[in-house]
Nanobody, 120 residues
């Protein structure tokens, strides 16, 4: 059973930085893509950033120029460096990966979520 384990959330003042990381257990899997979603209180879970296995990246407009996603495919680990944080970045951040193995079709996996709170 694959598990995604996240770390790095916390409380930070506006303008500060945090780095999130997420690692998938199970070395026989490879990631088609890895990414991060954010769910603010009372809102839906939205995609913030994604990195594909060829290195292509996607960013939601509000985080462009402030957040950087990177990944280590060999370790099935994804990072999200968040700079110039704003109060509106507050929410629970969920790691998401599309993982496949030689014996299974690609399947979507989610981390447990890590809280990021940005104070004004």
């Amino acid at each position: 059973q694959v598990q995604l384990v996240e770390s790095g959330g916390g409380l930070v003042q506006a303008g500060g930085s945090l780095m999130l990381s997420c690692t998938a257990s199970g070395s026989r899997y490879s990631a088609n893509y890895m990414g991060w979603y954010r769910q603010a209180p009372g809102k839906q879970r939205d995609l913030v950033a994604r990195i594909f296995d060829d290195g292509t990246t996607y960013y939601e407009d509000s985080v462009k120029g402030r957040f950087t996603i990177s990944g280590d495919n060999a370790k099935n680990t994804v990072y999200l460096q968040m700079n110039s944080l704003k109060p509106e970045d507050t929410g629970v951040y969920y790691c998401n990966m599309l993982l496949a193995s030689a014996s299974s079709l690609p399947r979507n996996y989610w981390g447990q979520g890590t809280q990021v709170t940005v104070s004004s």
